[in-house]
């Protein structure tokens, strides 16, 4: 970029923010004893962009592309200056940045758009330098490298990886102005590739006590979970490629936990131990966090599947229809229990439904992509969709998971989403 | 099955032997050898974490008076001088509202060390692995454990006057038996 497309503007206040952001970083790092010399360049290139991006000029192509020469191969392939998708919100070290869902098709996350979700901020590991041990009731601790892992037989899945608390903020406190990426941004699919968890165990030969095993990050957060056996011995994957790529710093570089169907809390990112446990170790992330509290005045512990959803990411807000005749509405449906196996698609409230296509092919515990061509006839209209899973279960309405779940619960949801199409075809989040 | 052999074993014993250009077919081996032993020192150096049972928990003790202090100093800024919250930095000090365990009904209601955390092992977990934000990992076992007896009194439970491994995880959380595991399976019922 920069070769005659200018992007973005530059103001003096943004370089402000990013010098006191470079001196806050520069004293951080002193102050732990880490990130001298090399590794303190490293922070401070990836020192996040100030909170509001700035703002855009729109790009110029020439009269006639075909009319002059285009420009030269660069070291990395570049998105159209037409297409600025955009994380948001920005400058988080403790909390959630999402992904521009509206602006994707297919299935496949861009590595550079996956939610985030960090408890105290990006951690930036040196591969070099990276171990995981894999210790507790095990006949033989072990220390693997990066190197390591990547010796063992890979394995490549599509899934997706989902915040726990994705739909909070759309559920509690909807608001017509919210964006695919407001209402339900916290979950991304990519594909990864690693070794599976049951090969590193195998490896370590686990004591028959064994039941549980307690994963921890290597982050300024320590984040621990506990993960039953069972999931460990089967699908459960640590991964180090996204999309064909050694996973970005903020998914976890170098290596992660992938739990497929599981919430996003548990697939612990920068990976530092496994410890073969035979309770779960009640860590603040399974017992105060990722709860989920319930009307009859209990509260439910290690929820992990994360349950059948969909979300249409067009028509939504702030999109607006030009004219009557033909739409997609289309969107993601995914489950954490395998397949979705349908997808329906309302267009008057929920009172008549209408089979939408999948897309490709439904994958387990990935996105999947569904459309239904829509008619639209130029009045208001209600749009809505439902998710089927190959277990039997349909995504619930709205009234139904207040009723089940309560007004104030906590994380997992996944109730059925509403946009208001007006006349003039401005589209808003209804709830 | 396209010329291919299953020769496993056989191969080791050379009773199965190749044909030119054939493609065998073979079993993974039990492991692969790869990694190196961990040693009781690199273990112990990340092996941080405390379970509700206490195990885990270091040597070391500490007092509610003495965590008062150490509260005020490293704590205070951001959860507030009464743990009381600030912002996003919860609160911690409450115990259930009058109306009962209501969370699920009103958002809005703060769950704290008294009202919702369960387990008061995990206060020791979580204080010495990831706070102050700023200097994570910074306090000592008997920061900690002092820390956290402040935090228990200050919430009301009962415990002992030193707080140890011992101690601590003899300590009864109020909403405890408010846990319950996940009853759902998928399939036609939404719960």
Known sequence: ?431 | MNGRRLCIGLLLVGACRAKENEVLSEDPPATYGLGRTATPAEIAAIDIDANSAGVGLPAGEGTADAGAPIYAQKCASCHGAKGEGIDKNPKLIGREPPAGFVFASDAKVPKTIGNYWPYATTLYDYIHRAMPLNVPGSLTPTETYSLVAYLLRENGIPTSATINAKSLADVKMPAQPRFVKDNRTGGATFR
């Not at chain 1, 964006?179 to 030969?205: F, H, I, Y």
């Not at chain 1, 969107?331 to 009172?351: E, L």
Request: with cysteine; charged share 20%.
């Open chain 1, 1 to 431: 970029m920069g070769r005659g497309y200018s992007r973005r503007v530059n103001n003096p206040s943004d370089d402000r923010r990013r010098i006191s952001r470079r001196e806050m970083l520069q004293s951080a790092g002193l102050a732990a004893g880490v990130a001298v010399g090399a590794p303190l360049a490293t922070l401070l290139a990836q020192a996040p962009a100030p909170a509001t991006a700035p703002p855009v000029i729109a790009p110029q192509a020439p009269p006639d592309a075909s009319k002059v020469p285009g420009f030269p191969s660069a070291a990395l392939g570049e998105r159209s200056p037409f297409e600025q998708p955009a994380l948001a919100p920005l400058n988080v070290t403790s909390g959630a940045t999402s992904t521009p869902l509206q602006t994707l098709r297919g299935t496949i996350t861009p590595a550079d758009l996956h939610f985030q979700r960090h408890h105290n901020g990006i951690a930036i590991i040196d591969p070099a330098r990276y171990s995981l041990v894999v210790h507790g009731m095990v006949n033989k601790p072990l220390r693997f490298t990066l190197d390591d892992l990547k010796r063992f037989p890979a394995e490549t899945h599509t899934y997706f990886v989902e915040c726990a608390g994705n739909g909070r903020a759309a559920y509690r406190a909807a608001k017509p102005e919210m964006s695919p990426q407001d209402v339900d941004g916290m979950t991304s699919n990519s594909e990864w590739t690693g070794v599976r968890v049951a090969t590193l165990l195998r490896e370590a030969g686990v004591k028959g006590t064994g039941s549980w095993v307690l994963a921890e990050g290597g982050d300024a957060a320590l984040l621990s979970r506990s993960i039953p056996m069972e999931k460990m011995l089967g699908d459960a994957l640590i991964v180090y490629a996204q999309n064909g790529e050694p996973l970005r710093a903020a998914n976890g570089y170098p290596a992660r936990l992938l739990l497929p169907g599981y919430e996003g809390n548990m697939c612990i990112k920068w990976l530092r131990r496994l410890e073969v446990i035979d309770q779960p170790n009640m860590s603040r992330d399974e017992t105060v966090k990722y709860t989920d509290p319930l009307p009859d005045g209990t509260s439910r512990q290690f929820s992990f599947v994360m349950d059948a959803k969909s979300l249409i990411t067009s028509p939504a807000f702030p999109q607006k229809l030009t004219s009557h005749g033909w739409w997609p509405v289309t969107g993601i449906a995914w489950t954490g229990r395998g397949r979705i196996t349908a997808v329906d698609v309302s267009v008057d409230g929920g009172r008549t439904w209408h089979a939408a296509t999948i897309v490709g092919t439904a994958q387990p515990n990935a996105h999947t992509r569904f459309e239904y061509m829509w008619n639209w006839d130029g009045k208001a209209a209600q749009v809505m969709s439902r998710a089927h899973d190959e277990t039997g279960y349909v995504q619930p309405a709205l009234e139904e998971f207040k009723r089940v779940r309560g007004k104030g619960t906590d994380y997992h949801f996944n109730a059925i989403r509403t946009w208001n199409v007006a006349a003039d075809g401005s589209i808003t989040f209804g709830a």
